[in-house]
């Protein structure tokens, strides 16, 4: 077999970073598990539980009608997006301005981001995202030729981004302002106050503002996430805003790869070349599947909401006095680890080698060039300890609590304690 190319590979692809999830499995595949000590995965944001039996039912009987075997329109099942319209008033509150012209269904919701942003963007053009950023976005950027502009946010604001800040950062290549809450990877829920000062900021600046709002089933205030929607807002929102969704963590389907746009009908007059070059249609017996059902999961929605909020308290309640959260909500908490001379990516991989806790350490958040990690296999953990503290951004660890139950998280709790006198690292102040 030829060990090279006869050709050039894309510069995008070349300057993207490597997908950093496979590289945690990497770690994890070295520990040795045992039925005592199985490996406790918190490391990617996958739902713990399938989804109701009405779900998989239904999905059975439509894939396999042979009305499923076709295309849809480009935009998705009429039935799906209205049912859509409807959750989101249930949400968002029943006078929100929101008309089935308004969505478009995506193959995921990562596409529904690469759809807007080459709707909104050109190569050599900025988008801001705050820092740490859900990495696909990041990469999703670079690949198209665009600059992602990282707008920093700090452990003392509970790692929500500042609108001062971010309007240093614009100039005249910004396109849009990007925002995930409940944010991946911090956790971090922004208030209708700052999301509605966003809007503002983008609306005198003339550019988009995109939220990205996989995890909003999982705030649990019982108010509404935000107030742009809203019929009596005193700004319309279509001018601005473009509303992300996933039907994957809501509704526990990942696999079957269902997003959603929402946005004025004149930008997806745009999205729709692109969504058509691209998918040319969601996948469809997922969409024929949700449809009819769609009113009928907002209980499983709630109580799915509520389990999560739950296992929150316990992960903090039972997380060692040295490990601190700096913020969680959605799926994750974000965790300051306690050595302070050593970098998070040295402790998530020492975690998941040697006690079988497998983590994404922030600096998975934040990388912006390809680096190419030659990983010593027999590392000597004492020489991963520097002689100073390490940056405050190199202390932070994402937990993702979703995909475990209960019984896992006090498992993880018990081994992160005991850990800090096995590793022989120094504490904080020691």
Known sequence: MSATLGFRVSRGVLTTIAPPIPRAYEWANRYKATPHLPLLDMSQGVPGIPPPEAVQSALGVAASSPSSFGYCRWDGETSLRKALVGEMKVVYGEESDLNVDDVALTSGCNLAFVAVAMSVADPGDEVILPVPWYFNHQMALNLLGMKAIP????????????????????????????????????????????????????????????????????????????????????????????????????????????????????????????????????????????????????????????QLHARHALFKARLPRKWRIGAQGGYFAFVRHPFPRVKAGDVSRRLAEEIGVVTLPAGFFSEEKRQDVDEELDLNWAKAESEVDVEEDERWIRFSVANVDDEKVVKVCERLGGCEGAFGWGFEGV
């Open 151 to 306: 707008l920093k946010t700090r452990a003392e604001d509970g790692f929500t981004p500042s609108v001062e800040r971010c309007r240093d950062l614009i100039s005249s290549k910004t396109k849009a302002i990007v925002l995930v809450t409940p944010n991946n990877p911090t956790g971090a829920t922004y208030s209708p106050a700052l999301i509605a000062s966003f809007a503002g900021l983008a609306r005198e600046k003339n550019v988009a503002l995109i939220i990205d709002e996989t995890y909003r089933d999982f705030i649990v205030t019982g108010e509404p996430p935000h107030g742009l929607f809203s019929s009596a807002a005193q700004h319309p929102w279509r001018s601005i805003f473009i509303h992300l969704f996933s039907f994957s963590k809501s509704y526990c389907l990942p696999g079957h790869r269902l997003g959603a746009i929402v946005a004025s009908p004149l930008l997806l007059a745009s999205v729709r070349s692109v969504l058509d070059t691209l998918q040319i249609c969601a996948p469809r017996p997922i969409q024929l599947a949700l449809a009819p059902l769609l009113p009928t999961l907002r209980a499983f929605v709630t109580d799915t909401a509520k």
